[in-house]
């Protein structure tokens, strides 16, 4: 017990300890799953820091396919992240919502026909628990995250996801 304790305390001290500052606050960056559930291209601006912690917040843009590929939809992922961490590797812990638009079909199996009853916009929640590899200074980005899908529209529909990014601090 007193090993775990102690293997505790220096994890933390570890992780918010005194941290170099990044001065690379911007990044750019592609993503494959995640937020953007097929992919995303994103911005991502570091908005707060303080020794070992930095608050991120996270725009994406990706088009979603739809009935075989014929239609595209856009989808918009928001997130925020908080980094802890010296130097540049970082645990990554975050809250998004990805609102993204679909059409309603209306079918009317008497003639057989299928017909566009209207468009809205939806979301679903994700969180994410993941590590970021961001030099202070800029340069290479990695990520790689467990991103599950919480809420679908108010419905809790857990399921499991993760992504993978790459780009450019700056």
């Given at each position: 017990?007193?090993?775990?304790?102690?293997?505790?305390?220096?994890?933390?001290?570890?992780?918010?300890?005194?941290?170099?500052?990044?001065?690379?606050?911007?990044?750019?960056?592609?993503?494959?799953?995640?937020?953007?559930?097929?992919?995303?291209?994103?911005?991502?601006?570091?908005?707060?820091?303080?020794?070992?912690?930095?608050?991120?917040?996270?725009?994406?843009?990706?088009?979603?396919?739809?009935?075989?590929?014929?239609?595209?939809?856009?989808?918009?992922p928001l997130e925020v992240n908080a980094l802890f961490g010296k130097s540049k590797h970082h645990l990554e812990v975050g809250l998004g919502i990805t609102p993204h638009q679909e059409y309603r079909f209306?079918?009317?199996?008497?003639?057989?026909?299928?017909?566009?009853?209207?468009?809205?916009?939806?979301?679903?929640?994700?969180?994410?628990?993941?590590?970021?590899?961001?030099?202070?200074?800029?340069?290479?980005?990695?990520?790689?995250?467990?991103?599950?899908?919480?809420?679908?529209?108010?419905?809790?529909?857990?399921?499991?996801?993760?992504?993978?990014?790459?780009?450019?601090?700056?």
């Open positions: 017990m007193k090993e775990l304790c102690l293997l505790c305390f220096l994890v933390l001290q570890a992780l918010l300890g005194y941290g170099q500052t990044i001065t690379a606050k911007n990044a750019l960056y592609g993503e494959l799953g995640g937020n953007g559930i097929y992919y995303s291209f994103n911005y991502d601006r570091i908005l707060y820091q303080k020794n070992a912690f930095a608050l991120s917040g996270r725009i994406g843009f990706s088009m979603y396919p739809r009935d075989q590929f014929t239609h595209f939809f856009p989808v918009l209306r079918i009317d199996q008497t003639e057989g026909t299928i017909e566009r009853a209207g468009r809205e916009v939806n979301w679903f929640n994700t969180v994410r628990l993941g590590y970021r590899y961001q030099k202070p200074k800029g340069g290479l980005l990695f990520r790689a995250g467990f991103t599950p899908i919480l809420f679908d529209n108010n419905m809790f529909v857990p399921f499991a996801f993760g992504g993978i990014s790459l780009g450019k601090s700056f």
